[in-house]
């Protein structure tokens, strides 16, 4: 892996090379080991958090672990073009637009002793901006390319503060054309809901269930791209104890050996049916 500024990542996408890199500011990484039709993000996955906000913050280190989404990367790092966040959502959220990436209080719980000053809040959120340059060039090219996108967009959601059985997979479908993509909605709900997991966990599949695919990566997405379609997927977080913050790594590893050769297949199903 490479450290490589935004001038020059996105001039290697520009000419189309393969490359894997960190961004010069270690805020997110990209890797594309080929040009093809789909895009594997974890925008959520990061746990960085800069060391000048430390003694502001009112959250524990556990307290944003447990709102993160690890492991949303390693879900999906086979796959040839992934995009994924380095930075803790709590220090900007890649999933939420700019005016509110900064939060001011999160999950009930006020986040600063004091506001933060302009200059720490400008240095985050030229990182959002810089991701989404990134997004915006890669997804253009790959139109360009191909004619019809999809992002599978990786998340995971903490299920014990639920007062009812939840699925261990939920699709977000509230922004994106269901009426152009619901076949390949429905299918890869149903690819989903095939997975063989440990310990006897059945994996549900569901579609707005408990989730609606709200978040700004989607949203910028869809928005811009009219050929591109965003799955929003949320793992209900059965590969980790979340209240002792221990990770399961043989859960872990069975998602990602079968995601494998469902996305890939599921991707290239639906670039047949929409590529011009």
């Not at 280190?61 to 990367?73: G, L």
């Not at 009426?179 to 299918?187: A, P, T």
């Not at 069975?254 to 469902?262: D, H, N, P, S, V």
Request: proline content about 3%.
């Amino acid at each position: 892996m490479k450290r490589l500024s935004i001038k020059q990542i996105l001039k290697n996408i520009e000419n189309e090379l393969q490359f894997e890199a960190v961004v010069d500011d270690y805020s997110f990484t990209i890797k594309i080991d080929e040009y093809v039709p789909y895009i594997c993000g974890a925008v959520h996955d990061g746990h960085q958090f800069r060391k000048e906000l430390w003694d502001n913050c009112l959250h524990t280190q556990y307290d944003r672990w447990f709102e993160e989404d690890p492991c949303t990367k390693e879900f999906v790092k086979s796959h040839p073009i992934v995009i994924a966040g380095c930075d803790s959502r709590f220090e900007y959220d890649l999933n939420r637009d700019p005016e509110n990436a900064i939060y001011e209080d999160a999950w009930g719980k006020k986040l600063w002793k004091t506001p933060l000053p302009d200059n720490q809040k400008q240095q985050s959120l030229q990182k959002h901006l810089n991701f989404y340059k990134v997004v915006s060039a890669l997804i253009s090219k790959l139109e360009a390319k191909f004619g019809a996108v999809i992002v599978y967009d990786m998340h995971s959601y903490n299920w014990r503060r639920w007062d009812r059985e939840v699925p261990v997979i939920n699709l977000g479908t509230a922004n994106i054309d269901n009426k152009r993509f619901g076949n390949q909605v429905e299918s890869w709900r149903t690819s989903l809901a095939e997975l063989e997991l440990p310990h006897g966990i059945i994996a549900t599949s569901k579609i707005n269930d408990t989730f609606q695919g709200n978040g700004y990566f989607l949203k910028y997405i869809t928005k811009n791209f009219k050929n591109t379609l965003v799955l929003a997927t949320e793992f209900k977080k059965i590969y980790c104890d979340e209240y002792a913050q221990i990770i399961f790594p043989e859960v872990v590893s069975a998602i990602e050996i079968q995601l494998r050769e469902k996305i890939k297949s599921h991707a290239y199903s639906f670039y047949n049916a929409h590529k011009k």
